[in-house]
């Protein structure tokens, strides 16, 4: 068999249904869609969640707890996560999300303590454990918090 001899199972692929295309057709005039009513209409239709009427269950089920618009959302580094980078280098929010460490939305990066560095490093990070500190300090790094 070669390539150009493939071809799909007889009866696998369907044509899609032609509307309006004449009375002949089985799908002319009104398209499949029913005389009258709402769905017959351009821009007829339900809303999505709409239950014809019924009350929907987003209304239905109990409302609980609170959600803090203010809220903040960290991403998250440890000190083991700096192994990938060279010693005296520059480590900055820039050179984690080019490291692929951190990714997407966010109000700024922590360093957490997890690990240990054995070579110096500067890091400019919005946040930082004490353990952190302590361990890039020991190392011969200097921690800058922008």
């Not at 390539?3 to 005039?29: D, F, H, I, Q, Y």
């Amino acid at each position: 068999m070669k390539l150009n001899e493939l071809a799909p199972e007889k009866g696998a692929r369907k044509a899609r249904k032609r509307l309006g295309r004449g009375v002949a057709s089985g799908t002319g005039k009104t398209a499949g869609r029913g005389t009258k009513g709402h769905n017959s209409r351009s821009g007829g239709g339900v809303r999505p969640g709409f239950e014809g009427g019924q009350m929907p269950i987003h209304r239905r089920l109990p409302k609980r707890g609170f959600t803090n618009i203010f809220k903040k959302t960290w991403a998250i580094i440890n000190i083991d996560d700096l192994a990938r980078f060279d010693k005296d280098e520059v480590v900055d929010e820039a050179a984690l999300v080019r490291a692929g460490l951190v990714k997407g939305k966010r109000d700024g990066i922590k360093l957490l303590g997890r690990g240990e560095i054995d070579f110096p490093v500067t890091v400019k990070i919005h946040h930082l454990s004490k353990t952190a500190q302590q361990k890039i300090e020991a190392a011969g790094g200097t921690v800058e918090v922008i």
